[in-house]
């Protein structure tokens, strides 16, 4: 390359090199510090390992399913970035980075990157060094027998980093994942920040695009599939993409249906669960329930009112103190008592929601935990999030899928989404086997098994009054649906 060429070359580096460094989306470092500086707290010693996520193949080598950060790597880090890691020492006070330079091949294929020392100082960190050290760093702690504190690995590249630094079976690494280090994760990740609530609205406000235009779309002879492409869309042309994959479907009394392949017909009413993700990958989850063409049926009007009043009345009774599995026991009772009203259940509801008969109808909790993960911190283990040693996981059909059973805290966000499902499968079993027969009308049921299904979700802040209807209000009761498919 001659000397011009050499000075072009560099200039052009520059600039991209500029623009790339500016279009990396964080919060300022002083966030990152301060919540590492809490884990410091709270840890006091030994290290803590944060593995970020890797790029991962989709069909061949080069063509890679879309990059997902690790959310407690972001949460402590927040490097959108694959192949990186970062270690807290607990007893020195020293956080890392441990990342690879990018070389000249890597800038022809991604264009110019940021040094990893750069990366580091986006999120507070002084120390920076290649992923070849981190085994080092690993082995040193091991034989002065310092504990080295991980989380839970959820992925297959993960497990193998963790058991070639440990020298271990990858597949037994999440059975060495540190407890403290869970619990102290979960405490601070539980409290959400000013920031991060910013964020999760910014998120729902996409999501109320998302579901407008899918009631919109609600018409007899349209594909799912075409709602579906037209909503994950929305997600991706104003955030990072859906912040899980979308359930959309007439056939609503499957709890989680992908399938989109079934043609919109009237009579039948589309339950669509969908959500989005912002640039710094905060959740939405939001669940709406639009008859085809646009008119509930009087059938549909009556389910759809109780599945509505649980909504509400289980909004209005969230606030500091009250348990999330006194709210859900509550709502079931508002929809068996509801059901009792229209000859489908009977006899004492009380009793019947202690026996669990509700959950023929109602077979999931009531919400769960939302923030960087739509299902938040999941991965660290619904029991260590959601229950702790005085309260413990029921093994009561229905009460078992709570996933959060503790009293609120300020700070907290979480999904309410009751419903109402007809399951033919479940409903011939029951009735066969003779359940609940003192409080299930299953003569009346019959008439209702190509019913479908009906849920209603909405994102709610616990505040220290009361609660916050997070992001802009999607129209969910009869007449607003109504208007907005007109």
């Not at 052009?12 to 790339?20: E, T």
């Not at 058991?163 to 407890?179: R, Y």
Request: charged fraction near 25%.
């Amino acid at each position: 390359m001659t000397g011009i060429g050499i000075v072009l070359f560099e200039l052009y580096f520059s600039r991209l090199y500029l623009i790339i460094k500016n279009t990396i989306t964080m919060f300022k470092s002083d966030v990152y510090t301060k919540r590492r500086t809490g884990l410091h707290r709270l840890m006091k010693s030994g290290l803590a390992l944060f593995i970020g996520n890797v790029e991962a193949p989709m069909n061949y080598p080069a063509n890679d399913y879309h990059f997902r950060q690790d959310s407690d790597f972001l949460y402590y880090f927040g490097l959108d970035l694959p192949g990186f890691a970062g270690l807290m020492d607990f007893d020195s006070g020293k956080d890392w980075i441990f990342g690879n330079e990018v070389d000249l091949d890597d800038v022809i294929w991604m264009g110019p990157q940021p040094t990893v020392k750069e990366l580091a100082a986006k999120c507070g960190v002084a120390n920076s060094a290649p992923m070849t050290r981190l085994e080092d760093v690993v082995k040193d702690a091991v034989s002065k027998k310092r504990r080295v504190h991980f989380l839970p690995p959820y992925r297959a590249e993960t497990k193998m980093t963790l058991g070639s630094l440990f020298k271990e079976n990858p597949c037994q690494m999440k059975t060495f994942a540190s407890t403290d280090l869970i619990k102290a994760v979960v405490s601070m990740r539980s409290v959400k920040e000013q920031i991060e609530i910013d964020e999760i609205e910014k998120a729902i406000d996409i999501a109320y695009d998302m579901h407008i235009t899918a009631m919109k779309m609600c018409k007899s002879g349209v594909k799912e599939q075409e709602i579906f492409g037209t909503i994950e869309g929305i997600a991706l042309a104003k955030g990072k993409g859906t912040a899980f994959p979308v359930i959309l479907s007439i056939n609503g009394q499957t709890l989680h249906n992908h399938a989109h392949d079934n043609i919109l017909r009237k009579g039948r009413m589309m339950v669509t669960d969908a959500g989005a993700e912002t640039s710094l990958h905060y959740s939405s989850d939001i669940t709406r329930t639009t008859p085809v063409g646009g008119k509930f049926s009087q059938k549909q009007k009556e389910i759809y009112e109780i599945v509505l009043k649980a909504n509400t009345e289980s909004i209005k009774a969230a606030k500091p103190g009250i348990s999330n599995r006194d709210v859900h026991l509550n709502a079931c009772k508002l929809i068996a008592g509801g059901l009792k009203d229209l000859g489908l259940m009977k006899g004492d509801i009380d009793e019947a929601v202690a026996a669990g008969a509700h959950a023929l109808f109602m077979p999931h909790g009531l919400g769960h935990m939302m923030g960087l993960d739509v299902h938040d911190m999941e991965a660290l283990g619904e029991n260590y999030v959601g229950y702790n040693d005085q309260v413990k996981r029921s093994e009561q059909f229905g009460l078992a899928f709570l996933r959060f059973a503790l009293p609120y805290k300020p700070g907290h966000v979480f999904t309410v989404e009751p419903g109402c499902y007809f399951i033919p499968e479940l409903i011939d079993k029951w009735k066969a086997g003779g359940e609940f027969e003192e409080f299930i009308n299953y003569n009346k049921v019959e008439g209702y098994k190509d019913f479908g299904g009906i849920r209603i979700e909405d994102d709610v802040l616990i505040t220290s009054r009361g609660h916050k209807l997070l992001g802009k209000p999607v129209s969910k009761t009869i007449s607003e649906i109504e208007s907005v498919c007109s």
